[in-house]
């Protein structure tokens, strides 16, 4: 069982990338998939790794944090069994590593609302991918 997150990258203020997270060894769509992230230097600062997006596996409803509502979008593709995550109009603050991770239940709603702990509640994390947004 492995998930693994690709696709980031340095990108200019404004510009656009697409992360995948690809799953192998179990299927996707019995799964919610959260997307998360971690800027620079947080994870040494004991900070928990913030909820952007999640997709749920009962429903196909989306969901996504105040800060990047309207500018990222997250998608499910079963046949390729990878999850993928748009990101438009990328900011500087949206500089950080990136996260899939996969869980059982109605996690969505607490991952985009940053509840406390909900990064326990997945079962299955990529590796993470660095995104890097500047000039």
């Known amino acids: 069982v492995q998930l693994q997150a690709y696709g980031g990258g340095l990108v200019q203020p404004g510009g656009s990338l697409r992360l995948s997270c690809a799953a192998s060894g179990f299927t996707l769509d019995s799964y919610t998939i959260g997307w998360f992230r971690q800027a620079p230097g947080k994870e040494r600062e004991g900070e928990e790794r913030e909820g952007v997006s999640c997709i749920s596996s009962a429903t196909g409803s989306t969901y996504y944090t105040d800060s990047v509502k309207g500018r990222f979008t997250i998608s499910r593709d079963n046949a390729q069994n990878t999850v993928y995550l748009q990101m438009n109009n990328l900011k500087p603050e949206d500089t950080a590593v990136y996260y899939c991770?996969?869980?059982?239940?109605?996690?969505?709603?607490?991952?985009?609302?940053?509840?406390?702990?909900?990064?326990?509640?997945?079962?299955?994390w990529g590796q993470g991918t660095l995104v890097t947004v500047s000039s």
């Open positions: 991770a996969a869980g059982v239940g109605f996690l969505c709603r607490a991952t985009v609302a940053r509840a406390q702990g909900i990064t326990w509640s997945y079962d299955h």
